[in-house]
């Protein structure tokens, strides 16, 4: 299985939403990251078949884009904002939704509802309305109905907006467990959620392709450019605008602060290994003059 894209633009009008992507991408989770307007969901409706590219080509697992009947079968969905039945019970909502999907029998639905209603821990809210679930128990049935028809590249926007903190690992470990074998695009701004799930991840920037890779050689492309030290407030109210900051905590009387520096930034600092959200915020940083 293997999401081929090939020099895909997307225009809206006269705004170009997405400029000559291409990258591939295997089974697994695979992060999608990019600041506002970079173009992700634009990529992702294009993916489910909601939108056409204006030029280049997809494959998904072989099948064009063009062929959207088949890609259908092959995709499933989670937007950021996605109506559900609010009128339905849970299990209704689902029952529909296969049906929709074209799964046949009524015990095979009940099979495939019940395991997904248990992996996303709604088995005890299957009897309520859509419409009486909080906001992180509808993320989590938004996430089984984009699974109910066992697509081959799941694609999820945000999914672990709303999640508390034990809800999100429980996420977590089951986009895992239901990547094996298939392709989960993930695309989030909780850089921690990449970091933790995927191996590899894309990087979009003002509809540009900023970053293909592992998650690894992007962390190893800022080492020795992360610095922390310990200022006072005078020297941090006169130095902060010097650099990026990528974090900055109060301590007793003065700040401990962590910035992007290709140089040492102040006297006493030192250098620190890299998080995946300061290698991303180098990258988003890399053309400024701070390297
Ligand atoms: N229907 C549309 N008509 C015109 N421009 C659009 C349309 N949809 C998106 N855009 C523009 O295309 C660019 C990419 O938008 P897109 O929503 O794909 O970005 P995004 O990375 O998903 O952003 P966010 O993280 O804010 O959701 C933005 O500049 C946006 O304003």
Redesign the pocket.
Known sequence: MELIINHLT?T??S????QDISFRVGEGIHGLL????????????LLATLLTPSSGTVEIGGVPLQDKARVRELVGYLP?EFAFYPGMTVYEAMDYLALLSGIGGRSERKRRIDDLLEQVNLMEQRRTKVKALSGGMKRRLGVAQAMVHEPKLLIV??PTAGLDPEERIRFRRLLGRFAEGRIVLL?T?VVEDVESTCEQMTV?Q??SLRYHGRIGDLTAAAAGRVWIAELDRAQWERDRDRFPVLSAVPEGAGMRVRVLAGEQPFAGAQQTAPSIEDAYLHLMRREESYV
């Open positions: 997307k809206y009008g705004k170009t939403a997405l990019g600041p506002n307007g970079a173009g992700k969901t634009t990529l992702m409706r950021q926007d945000e695309s701004h979009l003002k509809g």
